[in-house]
């Protein structure tokens, strides 16, 4: 079970934006760990979306954004489109475990 | 082109030992964090440790300490995920990734494509 909770499922009409919660605790996000995104294709392997709290890899469009606050960090999606339909992990380390950990994922639809 | 190609399918027995690897190329291997991370069938990410090609420096995740060995070979840059006792419960699909230059605990940037194990007797 991991330390940081995701919604399992979101979803959203095209066009529309949708945000994708990661909650923590003060031995991970609130210890000022950073967080890290990926957004996982069926079927495919994850890819990094976003690194460092808030900075995109190049190519990732700018429609991918993220934030973090006290023990909580969040992945916005604005104009989804049918091919943002995947999977999207959080990642932070965790210094009471002194292990990283990814959230449990959470399913995005697009309706 | 920066990539990480890892080994095949590999179908196994309890019990059994297996060693699955991944070689990286297009960057200086010797200087990048690897890590392993698994995925049970229809289930999320699971970090399961790093390695420094470097000098070896090693760090797993609790979950996975004495479960499994993460080793490395630069001389042909090749990291290795190993098992010296198969359990039916790792049976998953197992990633590769690439860490940072400085710091274990930062993203993984560069995937492969993954290594499916299925452990049945």
């Known amino acids: 079970q991991s330390v940081l909770t995701q919604p399992p499922s979101v979803s959203g009409a095209p066009g529309q934006r949708v945000t994708i919660s990661c909650t923590g605790y003060?031995?991970?996000?609130?210890?000022?760990?950073?967080v890290h995104w990926y957004q996982q294709l069926p079927g495919t392997a994850p890819k990094l979306l976003i690194y460092?709290?808030?900075n995109r890899p190049s190519g990732v469009p700018d429609r991918f954004s993220a934030s973090k606050s006290g023990t909580s960090a969040s992945l916005a999606i604005t104009g989804l489109q049918a091919e943002d339909e995947a999977d999207y992990y959080c990642?932070?380390?965790?210094?009471?475990?002194?292990?990283?950990?990814f959230g449990g994922g959470t399913k995005l639809t697009v309706l | 082109e920066v990539q990480l190609v890892q080994s095949g399918a590999e179908v196994k027995k309890p019990e059994e030992s297996l060693k699955i690897s991944c070689k990286g190329s297009?960057?200086?291997?010797?200087?990048?964090?690897i890590g392993w991370v698994r995925q049970m069938p229809g289930k999320g990410l699971e970090w399961m440790g790093v390695?420094?090609?470097?000098?070896?420096?090693?760090r797993y995740s609790p979950s996975f300490q004495g479960q499994v060995t993460i080793s490395v070979d630069k001389s042909i840059s090749t990291a290795y995920l190993q098992w010296s006792s198969l359990k039916a419960s790792d049976t998953a699909m197992y990633y590769c990734?690439?860490?940072?230059?400085?710091?274990?605990?930062?993203?993984?940037?560069?995937w492969g494509q993954g290594t499916m194990v299925t452990v049945s007797s």
């Open positions: 460092a709290n808030n």
């Open positions: 003060s031995s991970n996000i609130g210890a000022g760990n950073d």
């Open positions: 390695i420094y090609p470097g000098d070896s420096d090693t």
């Open positions: 990642q932070s380390y965790d210094s009471s475990l002194n292990t990283s950990q």
């Open positions: 297009g960057y200086s291997f010797t200087n990048y964090w």
């Open positions: 990734a690439r860490g940072s230059y400085y710091d274990f605990r930062d993203a993984f940037d560069i």
